[in-house]
């Protein structure tokens, strides 16, 4: 049966028919053969949207979309260009501290790739740098948007394996800003190698006046972290105030966006939504099949009989996540993998928190190589620049980030110091 349904899910790709349909024409397979009642599939859909974490999806990506064109983009990375700019690469490193900022309101990597990349890539090619450096910059930095909170991705992990969704905020906080410096450390370095551009020193008053512009847009980070540390709200809660928050400060205070336009951002949003919720419901589904044929205890009993240990499985997992990313987007591989490799970590012992963090650091790295990297692709559209030439455009930071995944994958306080010293595990 399991074999069948990879065979149905590889030809739907294959065919270039829609992730979702894909996933779920698989899972319908299975239920076909093991007699299983159709209607079951129905039941199992509606469950699988029917909780209330999954509420805090259209909320951050609405909250992302407000940010994404209420000028908040802009004013950070005017900051983040006054505070380094004078530093070899000042510009890129800019753009990194930017991605990271915008990260932690968006919680979506191709929006900060959007927001950010649009704005800091021209700037770069007109004051001398190659578009290839500024590319790869903004297309890795931009990945730090599922992995600095808020996380759309952190959410579906929390939902498929019943994780706490605040704790994995908290575990993301740390290895967000210890990525961020090692791409700005790979950004720092090529500049200063190859003697890029720097710009002239900002004064404190420029620091101070740029600072006070953005802050609106930064106030959002103390908002939603801060909501959910201090237990004003829960992430869902601060998904919701996000999004409000996001809706005035574009439209009343910014004024970068006219109420005219609000109802394309709800439009687009709503579109982007009801597209997660859909591959959501037949992951779900593809899941529940695998499991209901007790699939993921089988391999979780055949992993631990053959005493692969800790360091193996671990191995095996990085190796499974990056090569999904060659042909699915992150939310899938999240959907379907994580019910079928979570039993396995529980039974090694291997921490949830710790495991899901390592998920999403490998879902960042396969955002950014070929042939699905959305980052890329997105990257693509705004640099007008060939999937393989961004493809060697980004192989440093790549490089830096694989290294980076394996630090996370075998050092869990990297993860979970943060949450265990908050007492949120």
Known sequence: MTLAMIVTMVLAFALTISVAVSIGLSAIVGLQISNAHMLISVKEMF???????????????????FLTHGGVARRMINFATAMVG??????????????????AVSGSSPATVVAIGSVILPAMVKQGFPRQFG??????????????????????????TNSSVGALFMAGVIPGLLLASTLGGVTWYRAWKN????????????????????????????????????????????AAMSAVYAFVVAVFIYKDMPLRGVPKILLSSASMSAMLLYIITNAVLFSFVLTNENIPQAIADWIVGKELGIIAFLLVTNVLLLAAGNFMEPSSIVLIMAPILFPVAMKLGIDPIHFGILIVVNMEVGMCHPPVGLNLYVASGITKMGI???TVAVMPWLMAMLAFLVLVTYVPAVSLWLPKTLGMM
């Not at 999954?54 to 990506?61: E, K, M, Q, R, T």
């Open 47 to 65: 469950n699988s949207i029917n909780k209330f974490p999954l509420a805090a999806i259209p909320f951050f990506i609405l909250a992302g979309n």
């Open 388 to 390: 393989t030439e961004l």
């Open 135 to 160: 590319a790869g910059v903004i297309t890795t930095s931009g990945a730090l948007g599922i992995l600095i909170p808020p996380s759309i991705v952190m959410v579906m992990y929390a939902v498929a």
């Open 195 to 238: 003697n890029y551009p720097r710009m002239p020193k900002a004064s404190w008053g420029e620091r101070i006046r740029t600072f006070k512009e953005a802050s609106w847009g930064l106030m959002l980070i103390i908002v939603v972290i801060g909501g959910i540390y201090t237990g004003v709200f829960t992430p869902t809660e601060a």
């Open 86 to 103: 004078h530093w070899y690469g000042g510009l890129g490193l800019a753009g990194v501290i930017a991605c990271a900022l915008f990260a």
